[in-house]
C-alpha cells in the first residue's frame, strides 16, 4: 500500500540501498582482490611472530667430565619506553627500578626516555635481582630469557678454557678456537599470538642443534694443586709473571696449565691484556741451564761423553773465543754426571764442543726448540734457535747453556717428557675428545708421537744424571719423599738494554716424576721473582708441592678403580637372597 | 525455495558455524592452558639451571679446595703407605636357586592358595 502511495520514496530508498550492498561488494572485491595480499601481511605480521631459538653452547669439561664451562639460562631486563611514558608513576617505577639494578637513576631514565618500543636496560641479570624486579609487576619493564655461559671454577684453567661473550660468541682460549663447534646452530619457530601479542601456538618449528662438548685433558684437582702452588709462590717472591704446565710424559695429555697473573672468567671485563696473556706458551725466554738437558743428550747419545768422564772446570773461568765464561761456583775436576748436577757452565761447554755444532744444534732442532710442538692451541710461539751458519765464535759458549735461544714452558716440558718417555717426543695436546649432545664421540685426538729423539738406554742414563740434580745437585728442594725425581734447575739472566741484567731472572724448573715408570712431567717458570731467584729454590718448590700432591691424588684414583673392579667382579654380584 | 527449506538450511548453517568457532574457541583455549603449562616447565628449568649452577660452583675443586685448606692447610690427598689392606674371610656365598633342595608342594590347590615368597616362586617356576 505504501509502495503504490509513494512510490519514488521506495524507489530512492531502493536505490540507496542498493548502492550500499554494491559499494559494500566492491570494496569487499577491491579487499578480497587487490589488497589481499598486503592486508595478510599486515595480519600475519601482527598474529604470527618469528622466533629464534637460540642453542645450547656445549659444555667445556676436563677428562673426568667435570665441567669447566656450562650454559645456564638467565634473564635479561628490558624497557618499552613508549609504554612506559604513559604510565602515571613512571618516575616512580624508574627510581625503584634504578635502586634494584643499583644503577644511575640519571642514566636508567636517560636509556628509558628514547621513542622506541625497546630498550635493553640489563643483559643477563643475577637471580635474585631478577626475581626482586618481577615481583614488582613494574608496567612497560619485560624480561627476555638468555643463555649465560659460567665457570664455576672462575679463575682455574682461565687461559686454556677461555670465555665467551654476552651473545654467546668465543672471545678467547678454547672457547674461541671451538668456537665452531661449541656455538651450534639456531632453530627457529613460527608462533602465533593473540590481539595481546600473548603467545597461542607455535608451526614450522625447526629444532636448534646443540653445540658439540669438549673433553679436556685437563685435571681439575690436578689443576687446582698446581694454581695453588704457582699463586703462593707468585705472591711470595713477587714475580713479574709465572707458568707451570703439568703434563703426562707417555701421552702428551695436559694435565694442568696456568699463568700469573691470571683473571676470573666472570668477570673478563675486569682483566687487562696482560692478565689475558698466555705466557707459557705466548712468551719466549733465555731458559739458561735447564737446557743442559740437551746437551747432555746428545753427547750421551753421540757417544761424546760417559757420565763417570772427568772434566776439568777452569777453576770457574774459561775462555770461548773473545768470551769469558764463569761458573756460579769454580770447580776444578768433576764427572760428567756432576757437571749437570752442579750446572757447570764450563764443564757443559767443554761436553758442547766435543759434540760440536752441528749436533747441539741438531739435537736443540729434534727437541723442538725453535720450532713448534704442535699442540692444539692458537698462538703459539716457536722460539728461537739459530741455524749453525749464524753462530759466532761465542755461541758455542751460549747455545749448549742455554742462551742465545729462547723457549716456551711448553718447550721445555714437552722435551723433558721425551726423556721421561724414552726418548720418544709425544705431541702436546689439551683436547681430548669432541662430543655431541648425546655423548657420541665426534671427534678424538689420540697420543700422537711426533719423534724418537734417543734410544731407551740414553733416556735411561740421562735419568739417571736427572736424579743426581735432584738427589744431590741444584734441585734439592724438589726432592719428594718415597718418590724419585728426575730434573734440572735453570737461572737464567734477562737482557735488559740489550746486556744481561744481574737484577732481572727467569727461575725455571723442570722435572718428571717417578723416575722409573713416569707419571708426571712438570715445568715451574717465574718471571723476576725477587728477591730470591733460583730456580731450585723458587721454582723447585712448586714443583715439589704439585708433583707431590698430584701422585697422591692420582694414586687414590687408581686404588679407587682398583676397588671399583673388585664392586664389579663377579663374586660380587648381587647376591640371591632368601 | 520454501521458508521452510530455507528454515532448516540457515538452521544447519548457523550450527556449523557455532560449532566451528566453538571448536576454534577449544582450540585457543587449549592452547593458553598449553602455554601456561609451558612457562610452568619454563620456571621450573629455570630453578633447576640455578640449582645446577649452585651445586656445581660447590662441587668445583676451587670451591672444595678453598674450604678444606681454610680448614687445615696441610691437607694432603692420602698416600698410599696409609692405606690399611685387610684380607678380609671370603664372603658366604648362598646357594643358587639349582642348587636349593625342590620346595615341596601339598598338592595343586594348596599351592594355589598359599604364598610363597619370591625367591621359593622362582624356585618353584624352575
Known amino acids: ?578 | 525455495m520454501s521458508l521452510g527449506s530455507t528454515f532448516k538450511v540457515m538452521v544447519f548453517a548457523t550450527a556449523t558455524a557455532l560449532i566451528y568457532t566453538h571448536m576454534q574457541m577449544q582450540i585457543v583455549e587449549f592452547s593458553y592452558k598449553s602455554k601456561e603449562k609451558q612457562r610452568r616447565i619454563h620456571e621450573l628449568q629455570d630453578s633447576n639451571g640455578i640449582l645446577t649452577h649452585q651445586i656445581l660452583v660447590l662441587k668445583s675443586a676451587k670451591h672444595l679446595g678453598e674450604q678444606l685448606l681454610n680448614k687445615d692447610d696441610a691437607l694432603q690427598f692420602i698416600g698410599r703407605d696409609r692405606v690399611m689392606t685387610i684380607n678380609a674371610p671370603a664372603p658366604k656365598i648362598p646357594a643358587r636357586p639349582s642348587q636349593r633342595p625342590k620346595i615341596t608342594t601339598q598338592g595343586p590347590l594348596w599351592n594355589w592358595l598359599s604364598f610363597l615368597s619370591i625367591p621359593e616362586a622362582r624356585a618353584f617356576d624352575n
Open chain 1, 1 to 578: 500500500m505504501y509502495l503504490r502511495k509513494y512510490p519514488s520514496r521506495f524507489a530512492a530508498v531502493f536505490i540507496f540501498i542498493l548502492a550500499g550492498f554494491c559499494y559494500s561488494a566492491a570494496f569487499l572485491f577491491y579487499i578480497q582482490i587487490f589488497r589481499s595480499s598486503y592486508l595478510s601481511h599486515l595480519a600475519q605480521r601482527q598474529h604470527e611472530h618469528l622466533k629464534s631459538i637460540d642453542p645450547k653452547r656445549g659444555t667445556i669439561y676436563d677428562r673426568n667430565l667435570r665441567p669447566l664451562a656450562i650454559n645456564l639460562p638467565v634473564y635479561s631486563v628490558y624497557a618499552n619506553p613508549r609504554m612506559l611514558a604513559k604510565v602515571h608513576n613512571s618516575d616512580e617505577i624508574i627510581a625503584e627500578l634504578a635502586g634494584i639494578l643499583r644503577m644511575n637513576e640519571g642514566q636508567l631514565r636517560a636509556k628509558v626516555s628514547k621513542d622506541k618500543f625497546f630498550v635493553w636496560i640489563t643483559r643477563m641479570l643475577p637471580q635474585a635481582t631478577y626475581e626482586a624486579i618481577k615481583a614488582k609487576h613494574f608496567p612497560g619493564i619485560g624480561f627476555v630469557k638468555e643463555s649465560k655461559r659460567f665457570y664455576p671454577n672462575k679463575y682455574l684453567a682461565a687461559h686454556l678454557v677461555g670465555f665467551a661473550g654476552i651473545d654467546n660468541t668465543g672471545l678467547d682460549g678454547l672457547e674461541r678456537d671451538y668456537d665452531k663447534y661449541l656455538k651450534g646452530q639456531k632453530g627457529s619457530s613460527i608462533t602465533l599470538r593473540d590481539a595481546r601479542q600473548r603467545e597461542l601456538m607455535e608451526r614450522d618449528y625447526q629444532p636448534p642443534v646443540d653445540g658439540f662438548d669438549l673433553v679436556l685433558t685437563i685435571d681439575e684437582t690436578i689443576q687446582y694443586l698446581a694454581e695453588q702452588a704457582l699463586d703462593k709462590m707468585y705472591h711470595k717472591y713477587n714475580a713479574k709473571g709465572g707458568s707451570i704446565i703439568v703434563m703426562d710424559p707417555k701421552t702428551g695429555e695436559i694435565l694442568a696449565f696456568a699463568n700469573r697473573p691470571t683473571y676470573d672468567l666472570e668477570q673478563p671485563g675486569k682483566s687487562t691484556p696482560e692478565d689475558r696473556t698466555n705466557r707459557a706458551i705466548v712468551f719466549t725466554y733465555e731458559p739458561g741451564s735447564v737446557f743442559k738437558i740437551v746437551t747432555a743428550a746428545g753427547a750421551l747419545q753421540e757417544k761424546v761423553v760417559k757420565e763417570s768422564d772427568v772434566i776439568y772446570c777452569e777453576r770457574g773461568a774459561y775462555k770461548v773465543a773473545n768470551h769469558i765464561l764463569h761458573d756460579h761456583e769454580p770447580s776444578g775436576n768433576l764427572t760428567f754426571k756432576e757437571v749437570i748436577e752442579q750446572s757447570s757452565n764450563i764443564g757443559t761447554v767443554k761436553v758442547a764442543q766435543r759434540l760440536g755444532a752441528d749436533r747441539v744444534y741438531s739435537y736443540a732442532h729434534r727437541f723442538r726448540f725453535g720450532i713448534k710442538t704442535g699442540i692444539d692451541l692458537p698462538g703459539e710461539a716457536r722460539g728461537y734457535l739459530k741455524s749453525v751458519k749464524s753462530w759466532s765464535k761465542t755461541s758455542i759458549g751460549a747455545v749448549p747453556i742455554g742462551q742465545e735461544v729462547t723457549v716456551t714452558a711448553l718447550q721445555l716440558v714437552a722435551a723433558m717428557s721425551a726423556i721421561a718417555n724414552n726418548g720418544v717426543y709425544m705431541r702436546p695436546f689439551v683436547v681430548k675428545s669432541i662430543k655431541d649432545s648425546h655423548g657420541q664421540v665426534i671427534n678424538e685426538h689420540k697420543p700422537l708421537i711426533l719423534d724418537k729423539i734417543m734410544t731407551e738406554e740414553t733416556a735411561k742414563r740421562l735419568h739417571a744424571i736427572l736424579q743426581g740434580v735432584v738427589d744431590n745437585g741444584t734441585a734439592k728442594k724438589a726432592q719428594i719423599p718415597g718418590v724419585t725425581v728426575a730434573g734440572k734447575t735453570g737461572t737464567a739472566q734477562k737482557v735488559v738494554g740489550g746486556t744481561y741484567s744481574h737484577a732481572h731472572f727467569y727461575a725455571t724448573f723442570v722435572g718428571f716424576a717417578p723416575v722409573v715408570n713416569p707419571r708426571l712431567a712438570c715445568v715451574v717458570v717465574f718471571d723476576e721473582p725477587h728477591p730470591v731467584y733460583y730456580g731450585g729454590l723458587v721454582s723447585a718448590p712448586v714443583f715439589k708441592e704439585v708433583v707431590e700432591n698430584s701422585l697422591r691424588y692420582l694414586n687414590s684414583q687408581d686404588t679407587k678403580e682398583i676397588s671399583n673392579m673388585d664392586d664389579n667382579s663377579p663374586e660380587n654380584e648381587p647376591q640371591y637372597k632368601d
